[in-house]
């Protein structure tokens, strides 16, 4: 039996309401909710939105070329169609359809579906972007969903999650490792091994890894459930990729790099309910220019970057400063002269100018809050030494309880921190210049009071921004992965040392006001005008289909004479 996603969803919206007294029943049932034969396989999902018009897509299983029927209504039962059109699809597009629906009215709820000859898609919900006054929005954050590491039970809480009227997906929507790479241990014993079974290099290859990521059950959910909005990272194309390369592209082997992301982008267009350049008022724009700005009424603007494949500069390597942890002077220099040069970018010019315009427009709006979507985490973090405070145990003693690649970790941690050291190079920590750029850029804007929405570190985080004069620059949420895991669990430190570890990020990194490592989940915002909240929730498995949602912590959030801040 095949039970719809958002009818399923709906009929269980209720198992959410006990989130706010901490903890939450949610079982998935024994039926399958993804469909694994018949036309529509890989579910739908709507995206992307405004007021008067949202993408609708999904994708059929079937050979040659075929033409489906759209259709979106004002009611779950089709009674009132507000919108029917013919669409066709091939191989040429991997028999993708997405339909920009148009002429709808703002602020509004329809369902919408597709139908190949006899054969109905599974119905889907979608929501326009609200004009005017509104009173509330409810945002999910989500981030780093490895299909091999687990199964997406967060994207099934937020699919049941009634607090929440838009997603915020801030990449590593798929990954491209192979079965001989991260996460293949987890995903052997489980039976869900990477597709194909190398690392994905061409569009084919790209193609068939969204294919499997979107069979998961509670991706399908999610996206019938809810209108879906997007940036990307680095593993929808590779790890730690930058405008000339990426850290595990090898031209030698797989060819050239500009091809590799081209494929990627696009397949990423093809199976994303995302709008294609031609639908936007940026008529020069490219499928590489992937940024977005969202009006939410009178309440919020949320504006989205691009920090992979338009500006960013290629990241530093840390080995060569890692030799002079003891030499003060030289850890000066190589931060001030290699890490801090300037022209370093991550964000282009086109980026900067659009954001600039969002942000002065809401600013004249009179809007209250300013959300910006981003892949990585831009506080910083430069590592506290962590042996010398007696949290790390020295992993160069005779007596240190590591080994195997627990005890490289340690080792390079142990490094960082002697020489306090950004936590990664590959986050905004490793392009201080374009952050403060940033930061400069939005405080031209008159929004000096960001709230940051962020993905990448399969962690969740509450961090208060400053800018390096000491300025408030907002404030940072961050999410764990859907499935991706912390850091310090994935470095084999243990859950004691974990918890430590994150407790020293607390105490001893001024922009660091809570973190925790040890979960799989989502992060909900929900703000009205005179306050907001954001509630990190977890699940307690991914190892299982069976799971159980379950609050970390909460934070209220207010906006004051110093901008925003946690209060």
């Known amino acids: 039996m095949i039970v719809n996603p958002l009818k399923a969803a709906i009929t269980r919206r209720a198992s959410l309401g006990s989130l706010a007294a901490g903890t939450a029943a949610l079982s998935l049932p024994d039926t399958v909710l993804a469909a694994s034969e018949g036309p529509f396989r890989h579910g739908v999902a709507s995206g992307d939105p405004d ?7 999904t994708r059929v299983t079937t050979s040659g070329d075929v033409t489906l029927v759209g259709e979106i209504a004002r009611d779950l039962d089709f009674a009132s169609i507000a919108a029917r059109t013919e669409i066709a699809t091939g191989p040429d597009r991997d028999h993708t359809v997405k339909w920009l629906a148009g002429g709808l009215q703002p602020g509004q709820t329809y369902y919408y579906r597709f139908r190949l000859d006899s054969e109905t898609s599974p119905v889907g919900r979608a929501r326009t972007l609200p004009v005017g006054r509104l009173d509330r929005l409810g945002i999910a954050l989500a981030s780093c969903s490895n299909y091999a590491f687990g199964y997406f039970n967060a994207y099934e809480a937020i699919a049941h999650d009634p607090s929440v009227d838009f997603v915020l997906h801030t990449g590593d929507y798929i990954y491209e490792y192979g079965q001989d790479g991260w996460g293949d241990d987890a ?12 690392e994905i290099v061409t569009l084919s290859d790209y193609r068939r890894r969204h294919a499997q990521y979107k069979t998961d059950a509670g991706a ?6 809810h209108t879906f909005m997007a940036c990307w990272d680095d593993h929808e194309s590779a790890n730690n990729p930058w405008t000339g390369g990426a850290q595990n592209h090898q031209p030698d082997r797989e060819g050239d790099w500009a091809a590799r992301r081209e494929a990627s982008i696009r397949a990423y267009f093809e199976w994303m309910p995302v709008r294609e350049p031609e639908w936007l008022d940026r008529p020069d724009a490219t499928r590489a220019q992937f940024w977005r700005s969202y009006s939410f009424g009178d309440l919020a603007t949320l504006a989205t970057l691009e920090t992979r494949h338009t500006a960013r500069a290629e990241q530093i390597d840390y080995a060569p400063v890692m030799a002079q942890t003891g030499d003060a002077e030289a850890i000066a220099q190589f931060r001030r002269d290699v890490l801090g040069a300037p022209g370093r970018r991550m964000i282009s010019a086109e980026c900067e100018a659009d954001l600039t315009r969002s942000l002065s427009q809401s600013v004249a709006a009179g809007q209250p809050w300013r959300l910006i979507g981003n892949a990585i985490p ?17 992993p160069m003693a005779p007596a240190a309880p590591f080994s195997g690649p627990a005890l490289d970790n340690a080792k390079q941690l142990a490094a960082k921190g002697g020489a306090g050291l950004p936590f990664y190079p590959d986050t905004w920590d490793g392009y201080p210049w374009a952050r403060e750029r940033l930061y400069d850029l939005s405080r031209q804007a008159g929004a000096g009071d960001l709230i940051f929405l962020t993905g990448d570190s399969h962690s969740f985080w509450a961090n208060s921004l400053k800018d390096a004069a000491g300025r408030p620059a907002g404030i940072e949420l961050g999410t764990a992965g859907i499935t991706s895991p912390g850091d310090f669990v994935e470095s084999g430190f243990g859950d004691a040392l974990s918890r ?14 809570w973190t925790d490592n040890m979960h799989q989940g989502y992060v909900r915002l929900d703000l009205q005008h005179g306050h907001g909240e954001a509630t990190f929730i977890a699940v307690d498995t991914v190892r299982h289909r069976a799971f159980r949602t379950f609050i970390v912590n909460r934070l209220p959030i207010a906006r004051g004479n110093d901008g925003t801040s946690f209060g």
């Open 187 to 198: 995903g052997r014993a489980l039976g869900r091994r990477h597709d194909p079974a190398h």
């Open 220 to 225: 399908q959910a999610m996206h019938a459930a």
């Open 51 to 57: 007021a008067t018009s949202v993408v609708l897509w």
């Open 378 to 394: 831009i506080a910083r973090t430069d590592v506290p030494d962590l042996v010398k405070l007696g949290v790390l145990p020295d």
């Open 500 to 513: 430590a570890l994150d407790q020293a990020f607390i105490d001893h990194i001024p922009e660091v006001v």
